[in-house]
């Protein structure tokens, strides 16, 4: 099954009417200014990444800054829609569960996992960009809350995702996505963004277990 398969059974399934979106100020506003920083950075490129891309010599010289702005510089504008269109597959999707403080929460934090994760377990890579690790955490952290409220689906794309990241890691990225993007995609970023959200998931359970809930 190809990609456009999956996101064409992914948008009958969740979207189907354009009613049904996840429209509210609360579920719109962290996606919608996630993007627009994204944009905003692009506009100022090459000099933004020369300065907030992940590079290791630059991090090791003190510029600790980039652990979190590598996430939202691109290498080209194909990179950058690409982006952006995560960003709206998975509001369209998992935009119901999503509120502003923790949307923004979670990809700020998801964000500085993959680039720790890169920095310290993926010496082979000297310098990285862009937004889709921490997708893929977020991604993961969405179908979890799919399973939890009795989405079937949720499973499908729970297993969808962790396949998609063993293949990689196994196999390496798609030839078509690392021409596109102009650079060789790290899927070593998507791992360890999906593993943070796995860490996300822990910290719901534990939040929702043993933590007292407002009433």
């Not at 929460?105 to 082979?124: A, D, E, K, Q, R």
Request: charged fraction near 10%; charge should be neutral; include cysteine.
């Amino acid at each position: 099954m190809d990609l456009v398969k999956v996101f064409t059974i992914i948008y009958k399934y969740y979207v189907g009417n354009l009613l049904n979106l996840p429209i509210k100020f609360q579920q719109i506003t962290g996606p919608i200014f996630i993007a627009l920083l994204c944009c905003l950075l692009w506009l100022f490129e090459p000099t933004t990444s020369a300065y907030l891309a992940l590079q290791r010599e630059m991090v090791l010289n003190g510029d600790w800054w980039q652990f979190l702005s590598a996430n939202f510089v691109h290498t080209n504008s194909n990179h950058l829609l690409l982006n952006i269109a995560g960003i709206g597959l998975l509001w369209a999707i998992h935009g119901q569960y999503y509120t502003l403080k923790n949307y923004l929460l979670s990809t700020w934090l998801l964000s500085l996992f993959v680039t720790f994760g890169i920095f310290f377990y993926s010496p082979n890579l000297d310098w990285y960009a862009g937004l889709s690790g921490a997708l893929h955490g977020i991604f993961v952290y969405g179908a979890y809350l799919d399973i939890r409220h009795k989405v079937k689906f949720g499973w499908i794309l729970m297993l969808g995702v962790w396949a998609k990241i063993i293949y990689e890691q196994l196999f390496g990225a798609d030839q078509m996505i690392t021409e596109l993007i102009a650079a060789n995609v790290a899927v070593d970023a998507h791992l360890y963004g999906a593993v943070g959200g796995l860490g996300c998931i822990l910290v719901y359970w534990i939040k929702n277990k043993y933590l007292p809930q407002n009433t």
